[in-house]
């Protein structure tokens, strides 16, 4: 791999998307899937698939399976997501983040929510 510079192409860590979409139309997958792409050239990540949760908030659903699956293959980084909220109902999120961590990548949030705490504070 390339040192990370602004002259050279590099091939960034290896990141998945993950979006959990229930009831959302076709234009709005597509604007959270470019968000998503746009977040990784920005920070030098290589977006290599997108993972849709489009079923109820279940823990074992197709989608979120796959996910961890591909976060367990040698060189991945993390998976990056909207916000929290894609993880599903707030129980649900906190099972799904303990789950990532356990695979030992990074959670990475393309923006903060109010379910977010920010690091160094309490609740």
């Given at each position: 791999m390339e040192p990370l510079t602004e002259l050279r192409p590099v091939n960034g860590?290896?990141?998945?998307g993950y979006l959990r979409l229930v009831r959302a139309s076709?234009?709005?997958?597509?604007?959270l899937t470019a968000s998503l792409a746009e977040y990784c050239r920005q920070h030098e990540l290589r977006?290599?698939?997108?993972?849709?949760?489009?079923?109820?908030?279940?823990?074992?659903t197709p989608?979120?399976?796959?996910?961890?699956?591909?976060?367990e293959l040698p060189d991945t980084y993390g998976v990056v997501i909207?916000?929290?909220?894609?993880?599903?109902?707030?129980?649900?999120?906190?099972?799904?983040?303990q789950r990532i961590e356990r695979t030992g990548t990074r959670l990475l949030l393309v923006r903060r929510n109010h379910r977010t705490p920010v690091a160094g504070r309490q609740k």
């Open positions: 860590p290896v990141v998945y076709p234009s709005r997958h597509a604007a977006l290599s698939g997108l993972f849709t949760e489009r079923c109820g908030p279940g823990r074992g989608a979120f399976s796959g996910l961890l699956d591909v976060l909207p916000t929290t909220s894609h993880l599903g109902p707030r129980a649900t999120a906190a099972e799904r983040e």
